[in-house]
């Protein structure tokens, strides 16, 4: 069952056998089409989950649908250098249609307990990797921490090693300014991947 589209054939037009005269479409259970870059390749796995968004800002919009990875080709497209995948997606979404151009987030990995920090926050000097924190209670002190760093997801960055929840970490230093912090709280975190899709 679905929804009758644009019946092409007009009053008056001859038709043969095997014209086609419309197309049935159902948005109930819809495929996407998605390309991957080779290094993501080795990550793939048919099951992941795929988060559906009309857009590339994911923090601020609501999922449109979730779907799983159904195929993983097991060729490569010679012209884009990308693997081709397909993702099934159960819909009950009247906004997520057939045809439309949407972007997906591939959740390669989840953690439900990770510390993270603000990318900002983190400081680069040669080979290690430094947050500055908040100490002191009257008269806070800034001090510098080493971190091991982990997964990178955009605005935010894991931190294996180094600080614990209850830290409070600096985003940014201005000498001779009061110290503003956040404190650093156990986090959700998913390692991810957006490449842009269409359903169909």
Same mark, same amino acid.
């Given at each position: ?5 644009? %019946? ?5 037009? *001859? ?9 049935? &479409? ?49 060729? %490569? ?11 099934? +997606? ?15 987030? %591939? #959740? ?6 990770? &510390? ?6 983190? +400081? ?6 430094? #947050?500055? #924190? ?6 806070? +002190? ?29 985003? *940014? ?10 404190? %650093? ?16």
């Amino acid at each position: 069952s679905g929804v009758v589209d644009d %019946i092409e054939p007009k009053v008056g037009d *001859y038709l043969r056998e095997g014209d086609e005269l419309t197309s049935i &479409i159902q948005n109930s259970v819809l495929k996407l089409n998605l390309s991957v870059p080779l290094e993501r390749a080795s990550q793939l796995s048919l099951g992941l989950s795929v988060e559906i968004f009309d857009t590339f800002d994911t923090k601020e919009k609501e999922v449109l649908g979730v779907g799983q990875v159904s195929f993983i080709s097991p060729s %490569i497209d010679a012209d884009s250098q990308l693997k081709p995948i397909e993702v099934l +997606v159960e819909n009950d979404n009247p906004q997520l249609k057939d045809g439309r151009v949407v972007i997906a987030k %591939i #959740v390669f990995r989840e953690r439900q307990l990770a &510390i993270v920090v603000p990318s900002n926050a983190i +400081v680069f000097q040669g080979e290690q990797r430094f #947050v500055y #924190v908040a100490q002191g209670t009257d008269e806070l +002190v800034a001090k510098k921490i080493a971190v091991e760093l982990g997964e990178n997801q955009g605005d935010r960055t894991e931190i294996l090693r180094g600080l614990q929840p209850g830290d409070r970490s600096i985003d *940014y230093l201005v000498w001779g300014k009061s110290i503003t912090w956040r404190s %650093i709280v156990h986090f959700p975190l998913s390692l991810s991947f957006l490449p842009s899709a269409r359903t169909n």
